[in-house]
């Protein structure tokens, strides 16, 4: 009993020493131009090849949804995944880095775990997706 009891005791400080060496590592977000124009494609085009029920229930929903021009679909999509407006600095910044990852601390900080970045420029409203990458 007393050897079952040493070995159970050994496992547990070895998973306690590699969580503690593993946790916690820093947040980071993972930020990409998003090809809205793939995606409003994706979701209004017919597919090649159905298959099955699934295939039918969503070629049905294509058939009923209302067509929507590409700029409604960029501002609903946008809007639906928890929008951050970012200053022109913080955009100079991730524009700026070739790394596509990100610490939040002074570039921003948002409750949502993935949404858009959104700058307004001379040309109109850029977009960043953001991604928070979890341990």
Do not use: C, K
């Amino acid at each position: 009993m007393l050897w079952v009891v040493r070995w159970v005791l050994v496992g547990l400080l070895i998973s306690a020493g590699v969580l503690f060496w593993w946790y916690p590592t820093p947040t980071l977000y993972y930020v990409h131009e998003p090809d809205w124009a793939a995606e409003y494609e994706r979701q209004f085009s017919p597919q090649s090849f159905t298959f099955g029920a699934y295939g039918a229930g969503m070629e049905f929903l294509r058939e009923i949804r209302a067509f929507q021009p590409l700029s409604e679909y960029i501002l609903e999509h946008s809007e639906r995944g928890g929008q951050t407006s970012v200053s022109a600095a913080v955009w100079e910044t991730i524009e700026s880095n070739p790394s596509e990852y990100f610490r939040p601390g002074p570039l921003f900080s948002s409750g949502y775990l993935q949404g858009y970045l959104r700058h307004r420029d001379t040309s109109g409203f850029q977009f960043r997706r953001y991604q928070r990458l979890t341990p």
